[in-house]
């Protein structure tokens, strides 16, 4: 396991990872998308380096060192290899079909069951490149005075050979060969899918990844070309909390997919159409039915580890599960003491804000109160958002000035040491007053 890249986010080789990138014609290509990762792993080996020898990151090397935490390729990579190479490959099939229905997709017509539709050999791919369907440039050529509104971007639109639109980049393909059947994974964690392309203002991600779904890609490298466009579905994959009816409407409608999908689901919605006007309207219906959404959790659920940075909520159901704090790798499952001086004051626990994340520290390990495990599985005093303080924040106990009345930057009193005003007055001292 110690060469693996990274422990939590992509515990895989980087030979695991390099077979898993879609083939391409040029060479190099694969080793050009495997960069991306071994640089975000390169720096999170120095920031946990830093940390080690008790040196105080700047932001941007935190920024650097912790971007794997939201990275959304990490996240994909680690949660559907999980799914692919479980139990060395037996059955991948199966794990594959409980995800696909649980992003609520029924399988082709021609197969009763997800598992014979994607029975033989199945392959996952990572940044698929998928061209942009000639008659989509062709339409936007004869509208660019509607969609391309900026004068000199609609001057390069009119040159001749113009590039209308490149290709579209799918963050993940499952395919199997044998039936043509696929599944193209879009990845959302904290980003939101963009609105427009340099030469169309209304052409949209999601629009978009639905649109070469629907092209057939015969000049593309095997097994690429054996995609069958009738038989492709796209899934959705976001954070539980940002789909439909599992946290209120409100909040899935605070992205623009959270709009957007639910209209592009429902058949009898006109605004697929309105997007992809160059698209034939049975096409885009039937095609709507062939739309998922699926979440981290729905992995985490279906292979129990798929996604590590996900923990099980006690008490919240089976399946449900919440995301682990943003402890850093080299400090998690260590102890500390209320927030004092065993690490330095901007890696304390009391430092670790609670967002919609979750659960940030445990309280009461086995030393008794005061104590904690950053990163632990959440337990009967569990901090999470609205719920108990943090460790070594004002109502900690172990926070509390113990110092006698007249002692040295005493305060004689048993409230909060952050209140003790001992600070002010050594201040005060070294200012003479």
Not at 65 to 76: A, H, N, P, V, Y
Not at 167 to 172: C, G, H, L, V
Not at 319 to 326: G, K, N, Q, Y
Not at 420 to 427: K, M, Q, V
Request: aromatic share 8%; charged share 25%; proline share 9%.
């Amino acid at each position: 396991m110690s060469d693996v890249l990274h422990q939590t986010y992509l515990p895989f080789t980087a030979e695991q990872l390099r077979e898993h990138f879609a083939p391409v014609a040029g060479p190099g290509e694969r080793d050009r998308h495997l960069q991306y990762y071994l640089a975000s792993v390169e720096e999170a080996r120095k920031y946990d380096e830093l940390i080690r020898h008790g040196a105080r990151p700047t932001r941007a090397q935190t920024r650097l060192g912790r971007q794997m935490e939201k990275d959304e390729r990490f996240w994909l990579a680690t949660a559907l290899m999980r799914l692919y190479h479980a139990d060395d490959g037996i059955g991948r099939e199966k794990l594959f079909a409980r995800l696909l229905e649980r992003a609520g997709l029924r399988p082709p017509p021609d197969y009763p069951r997800w598992e014979d539709a994607l029975a033989g050999a199945l392959d996952l791919f990572f940044e698929v490149n998928l061209p942009s369907p000639g008659r989509y440039r062709a339409w936007l050529r004869d509208h660019l005075a509607e969609r391309t509104p900026i004068p000199y971007l609609k001057e390069q639109a009119e040159a001749p050979g113009a590039r209308l639109e490149g290709t579209t980049k799918a963050d993940a393909m499952l395919l199997a060969p044998a039936s043509g059947v696929a599944v193209i994974f879009e990845a959302k964690v904290l980003s939101d899918i963009s609105t427009h392309v340099t030469f169309d203002l209304a052409r949209n991600q999601l629009a978009r990844s639905i649109d070469v779904m629907l092209e057939a890609n015969p000049t593309l490298p095997a097994p690429l070309s054996l995609r069958k466009p009738e038989r492709t579905f796209l899934v959705l994959l976001t954070p539980t909390l940002t789909q439909p009816g599992r946290a209120g409407e409100a909040i899935s409608k605070s992205t623009l997919y959270g709009w957007l999908m639910p209209a592009y689901k429902d058949p009898n919605s006109s605004l697929l159409r309105q997007h992809l006007p160059h698209r034939d309207s049975h096409q885009l219906t039937e095609s709507a039915e062939r739309l998922g959404w699926a979440s981290w959790e729905d992995c985490h659920a279906v292979v129990p580890g798929a996604c590590p940075w996900l923990t099980t909520s006690h008490g919240a159901g089976d399946d449900a599960t919440e995301l682990d704090p943003s402890v850093p790798q080299s400090l998690r499952g260590k102890r500390v003491r209320s927030g004092r001086a065993r690490y330095p004051p901007w890696r304390r626990a009391s430092s670790y804000a609670v967002g919609w994340f979750g659960v940030i520290a445990q309280n009461g390990g086995p030393d008794g109160p005061g104590r904690g495990t950053l990163g632990a599985p959440p337990g009967p005093l569990a901090f999470r958002a609205g719920g108990l303080p943090l460790p070594g924040g004002p109502s900690d106990p172990a926070r509390r000035c113990r110092r006698p009345a007249g002692s040295p930057a005493g305060c004689g009193s048993r409230q909060p040491g952050w209140r003790s005003g001992g600070r002010t007055r050594r201040r005060s001292r070294r200012q003479g007053r």
